[in-house]
């Protein structure tokens, strides 16, 4: 009985016994686990002090002048004050190099560095590993799988598919305008490039522009693009386990949800098609197949096909990235021509002699709008729609003024900077943004000098001056299907409306994986009386 008794006590004194210990091992880990990041930071100083940058804060980084003054505004800053790249602070143990000069680009791109690892982290729940994210052989093995997918065979009967696609928007816009003429483009563009992305890539039949459920996938799109980008600024939401825990890991994880479910109906729907009778052998029979053609039919070097895994990631990064991309990039060209009336009356000429009544836009075509075709790469010059991408060194590597960098650091190239770098892209009239206040910098950013001379015929400039389809061996596969996209949008818009931007509400560039803007892309339109020839 005693005994009995005596057991609840030895048992608390066994565990008041233990709780010191667990205390120590826990303040042993923490000062181990300070010493490490104390150490790293250390490590990061040493390596990085050949690269000037503004006074950082020892927790927090740069956060508050990038928050203050606005990302690409303080950004544009840098540019001026620091040649060729700068260090941006994250926080006190992440850091990486902000490059921005095209010979530090092509240095960079002309070597095999992986992505950054810890984007690759965040971004494969969403999209998987697929060409994106694939490293080293598995990804040359896929490139060199899809690239008949772009063949010019393949791209010439996409025009008129995109053709039917922009028509179906501009019918739309014809309807809203005509109860108000501002509107906000963006959400209609992505509509549109989902739309064309789904039959010229994957065989969908109807339109993605009246379906609900794909507006609920270009709104995940949208989430995730953010979700991203503000999980990679904050320290507190690195490590998976805590992520999944707060309200963002959830919304993200919802997202990927409702972004999956859209690729996986898309999947499924070709399936079902190819097991109809004599439908396999039809598109077997094919000379050259479509993308998502091309992952059902694909059998790798060792002969077996492609897991259901690798064949969704595939599916996910390019629904991802042959619309939000394209979609970014009409959207912002649309606006600076808006802002830009000389210019967009001279390629409206331009368009209205080639297509006359504007019927029909054909391939052939693609090639006969020079200065439309200058304007749009201008307009991509001020707003590249990927405007930075990332990489970890994998060796160390020298640049060609004698600065060096070890591996493992992590490389910010800045499309956006090089872009608007004064010493590539010389600009006496250039805006000055420093000082102002958020909605002046965004109104100076729109006015800047948007000179289509710079890409005439026969002018020069540095192989890696211009990236908007980034550059070397991993360059955009589809940039080819993109810029036919972009002429097509852009041509068939100018034949049917007047644009001019909307005063009240200018875009505010925001760098969301791709180039967004906080507050839409808001144009006022004016339907042209002698554009009705433009439908079929």
Wanted: proline share 6%; with cysteine; charged share 20%.
């Amino acid at each position: 009985m005693s005994v009995s008794a005596l057991s609840p006590s030895r048992a608390l004194g066994g565990v008041s016994g233990l709780l010191p210990v667990v205390l120590l091992l826990g303040l042993v880990l923490v000062l181990l686990k300070a010493a490490q990041l104390y150490l790293h930071r250390q490590w990061l100083l040493k390596a990085l002090h050949h690269f000037p940058s503004p006074p950082s804060h020892w927790f927090y980084g740069h956060k508050r002048e990038f928050q203050e003054e606005g990302e690409l505004p303080h950004l544009l800053k840098r540019v001026e004050k620091y040649p060729r790249a700068c260090v941006r602070w994250l926080w006190g143990t992440r850091a990486f190099v902000l490059v921005y000069d095209p010979d530090y680009m092509k240095m960079v791109l002309g070597r095999s560095d992986p992505k950054s690892p810890i984007t690759h982290r965040f971004v494969k729940p969403w999209i998987g590993t697929g060409l994106l994210l694939l490293e080293g052989q598995t990804w040359f093995q896929h490139r060199r799988m899809l690239t008949p997918a772009f063949h010019y065979d393949i791209l010439k009967p996409y025009v008129g598919i995109m053709a039917d696609s922009v028509r179906v928007m501009l019918d739309k816009w014809e309807e809203l305008v005509s109860q108000d003429s501002h509107l906000e483009i963006f959400g209609h563009v992505s509509s549109m490039t989902l739309d064309t992305i789904m039959k010229c890539a994957f065989s969908h039949q109807g339109s993605v522009q009246t379906d609900r459920n794909s507006q609920s996938y270009i709104q995940a799109i949208r989430d995730l693009s953010h979700l991203v980008v503000s999980r990679l600024r904050n320290a507190l939401h690195q490590n998976d386990l805590i992520y999944r825990l707060t309200p963002e890991g959830r919304w993200n994880h919802r997202a990927c949800q409702l972004a999956h479910q859209h690729t996986d109906a898309v999947i499924k729907e070709r399936k079902a098609h190819l097991q109809k009778e004599g439908e396999l052998e039809k598109v077997r029979s094919r000379r050259h197949l479509d993308f998502l053609d091309i992952l059902l039919f694909a059998r790798m070097e060792n002969g077996s096909s492609l897991s259901d895994e690798d064949l969704r990631a595939e599916v996910d990064t390019f629904m991802f990235e042959g619309h939000d991309t394209t979609a970014s990039g009409i959207s912002w060209i649309l606006y600076a021509l808006a802002s830009h009336p000389g210019h967009q009356q001279r390629c409206r000429e331009e368009i209205q002699s080639l297509l006359a009544d504007g019927a029909s836009i054909t391939w052939d075509h693609l090639d006969q709008m020079p200065y439309t075709t200058m304007c749009i790469k201008e307009a991509m010059r001020l707003y590249p729609p990927v405007p930075v991408i990332g990489r970890e060194l994998s060796k160390p590597i020298t640049f060609p003024d004698g600065r060096s960098l070890p591996a493992g650091i992590l490389l910010s190239l800045s499309i956006y900077g090089l872009h608007h770098n004064p010493k590539v892209w010389p600009n006496p009239e250039c805006i000055h943004v420093r000082g102002l206040t958020p909605n002046v910098q965004a109104l100076a950013l729109s006015l800047q000098v948007f000179d289509p001379t710079r890409f005439a015929p026969g002018s020069t400039r540095h192989s890696h001056a211009f990236l908007p389809f980034s550059g070397g061996s991993r360059n955009c596969i589809g940039k080819q299907f993109a810029m036919n996209e972009l002429k097509v949008a852009v041509a068939l818009t100018l034949l049917r409306f007047e644009l001019s931007p909307d005063p009240a509400r200018v875009p505010v560039p925001m760098p969301v994986v791709v180039l967004r803007s906080t507050n839409g892309i808001h144009l006022q339109l004016r339907k042209l009386s002698d554009s009705g020839g433009d439908k079929d």
